[in-house]
C-alpha cells in the first residue's frame, strides 16, 4: 500500500483530556497535512506544515514534524465531544499527495 | 462561496450495472482529485486533474474506470462495469495551487449488490 501509518489505530478519551496522533510517511515531503473527516462525511482540512517548519499551532492544535524520521504528530488539546472523529495525515512530495490509514478518536463526555 | 459538490450522496446498484459519479469543483480551482475511501482507510488517488489534462492517473483501472474533466470545470468518474468489491465511497476534491489544502466534497457512497 503507498498509505502512510497511522498511530494509534483508535484513542478514546474522556473530555478535556489532550488526544495525540502520530503519523510516518515514505518519501521527502514538500508539506504535511492533517484532515478530519466525521462520519460519513467528506475531509476537512486542518492544519498545513512545511518542511522547513518543526512546529506549528492552530487554535487547540498542535502539529510536530521531524523530516529525519519523517514523522508527524497531531495533539489536540482540552478536547471537546465534538471532536470525536477520524483523523489523516497527507504528506506532500513534489505534486503527490498521500493519506494515511487515520486515527479515530472517541471523546467521551 | 460554495464547496465541492458531489452527487449523488448514495448510489445503490446490481453488479456489472455501470454508474457515475459527477463533481464540481470549487470555483477557480484548477486541480481536481478523484479518490477511493474503503471502510476504515483513509482515501487512495485515483485521478488528478490540472485544467483539463489528467496528470496523474497511475492508480485508475482503466480497464473499468474511466474519468473527464471537459472544458477544465466539472467532473465525471464511470465504473462500467461495476464488481462488488467497487462498493467504497467516492470522493471527489479541488485545490490551488495543486499542493495546497484540499476541499473535499461529502462523498458518493457506492454499494454494489
Known amino acids: 500500500s503507498q498509505q502512510g501509518e497511522e498511530d494509534p489505530q483508535a484513542l478514546s478519551i474522556q473530555e478535556g483530556e489532550n488526544a495525540t496522533m502520530n503519523c510516518s510517511y515514505k518519501?521527502?515531503?514538500?508539506?504535511l497535512q492533517w484532515y478530519r473527516q466525521n462520519s460519513g462525511r467528506g475531509l476537512v482540512h486542518l492544519i498545513l506544515?512545511?518542511?522547513?517548519?518543526r512546529e506549528k499551532h492552530s487554535g487547540r492544535l498542535r502539529v510536530t514534524l521531524d523530516t529525519s524520521k519523517k514523522s508527524s504528530s497531531l495533539l489536540i488539546t482540552a478536547s471537546r465531544a465534538a471532536d470525536t472523529a477520524s483523523y489523516f495525515c497527507?504528506?506532500?512530495?513534489?505534486?503527490?499527495?498521500?493519506f494515511g490509514a487515520g486515527t479515530i478518536l472517541r471523546v467521551k463526555s | 462561496e460554495a464547496g465541492v459538490v458531489q452527487s449523488p450522496r448514495y448510489k445503490i446498484i446490481e453488479k456489472k450495472q455501470p454508474v457515475a459519479f459527477w463533481c464540481n469543483p470549487i470555483?477557480?480551482?484548477?486541480?481536481l482529485y478523484w479518490y477511493l475511501q474503503n471502510l476504515g482507510q483513509g482515501p487512495e488517488l485515483l485521478i488528478r486533474?490540472?485544467?483539463?489534462?489528467?496528470?496523474?492517473d497511475s492508480q485508475l483501472p482503466k480497464d473499468r474506470f474511466s474519468a473527464e474533466r471537459l472544458k477544465g470545470v466539472d467532473s465525471t468518474l464511470k465504473i462500467q462495469p461495476a464488481e462488488l468489491g467497487d462498493s467504497a465511497v467516492y470522493l471527489c476534491?479541488?485545490?490551488?495551487?495543486?499542493?495546497?489544502?484540499?476541499?473535499f466534497g461529502e462523498g458518493s457512497r457506492l454499494t454494489v449488490l
Open positions: 476534491a479541488s485545490s490551488t495551487p495543486p499542493s495546497g489544502e484540499l476541499f
Open positions: 518519501t521527502s515531503i514538500n508539506n
Open positions: 506544515i512545511r518542511s522547513n517548519e
Open positions: 497527507a504528506s506532500v512530495g513534489g505534486n503527490k499527495l498521500v
Open positions: 470555483s477557480g480551482h484548477n486541480t
Open positions: 486533474y490540472e485544467n483539463e489534462e489528467a496528470v496523474d
